[in-house]
C-alpha cells in the first residue's frame, strides 16, 4: 500500500508539473492533453489497485476484530461456566456477599432491565419460592443472553 501511494504521489507531482507547464507558457495545450494522457492511465491502474489492495487490508482488520470479539465472549463464557459450576456444587459465588445469599435478599445484576424477558426474570427473581441458587442461576441466563446480544450487535456493525 506504502509503495502504491507513493506512486500515486509522484504521479500527482507530474500531473501538477505538466500544468504548470502549460500555464507559464513552456507547453502548448495539445503537448500538455497528450502528456497528461499517459499518465491518467497510469493514476487510474493505481487507483484500482490501491482500491483492491485496501479492501484486503480492511478484510484482514475485521478478522482481527472478529477474533477478539470471539475471544471476549469465549472468556465471558467460561466465567460463567465456572459460577455455574460453584453454584451447582453449592459453594458461594466470588464477589457476591454471603450474607446477602444467607438472609434471602435480592442480587442485582447490575444492568439495567431493558426487554420484556428481562422484566419476567426479574419478577421471577422476587417470587418466594424461588431459591437463591436458582435466581443467581437465571442472572447468570440473562448475562450469557446479554453478551450474546453485544455480539451479535458488534457483528452486525462490522
Do not use: C, W
Not at 507547453?27 to 492533453?33: F, G, K, T
Not at 438472609?103 to 422476587?126: L, P
Amino acid at each position: 500500500m506504502k509503495v502504491l501511494k507513493l506512486e500515486r504521489q509522484i504521479l500527482g507531482s507530474a500531473v501538477t508539473t505538466i500544468y504548470e507547464s502549460h500555464t507559464s507558457g513552456v507547453i502548448s495545450e495539445a503537448e500538455r492533453d497528450r502528456m497528461l494522457e499517459k499518465y491518467k492511465v497510469d493514476l487510474k491502474r493505481l487507483e484500482k489497485a490501491i482500491q483492491e489492495n485496501q479492501q484486503i487490508v480492511d478484510l484482514h482488520d475485521l478478522e482481527i476484530e472478529r477474533d477478539e470479539v470471539v475471544k471476549g465472549f469465549k472468556a465471558k463464557l467460561a466465567e460463567i461456566d465456572a459460577k455455574l459450576k460453584n453454584l451447582k456444587a453449592g459453594a458461594p459465588v466470588p464477589g457476591k456477599p454471603e450474607q446477602a445469599e444467607r438472609s434471602g435478599g435480592t442480587i442485582s445484576n447490575g444492568g439495567s432491565q431493558q426487554s420484556n424477558h428481562d422484566q419476567q426474570s426479574k419478577n421471577k427473581a422476587d417470587d418466594p419460592t424461588i431459591t437463591e441458587s436458582e435466581k443467581r442461576i437465571e442472572q447468570i441466563r440473562e448475562e450469557i443472553l446479554k453478551a450474546m446480544d453485544r455480539l451479535e450487535q458488534i457483528e452486525a456493525e462490522g
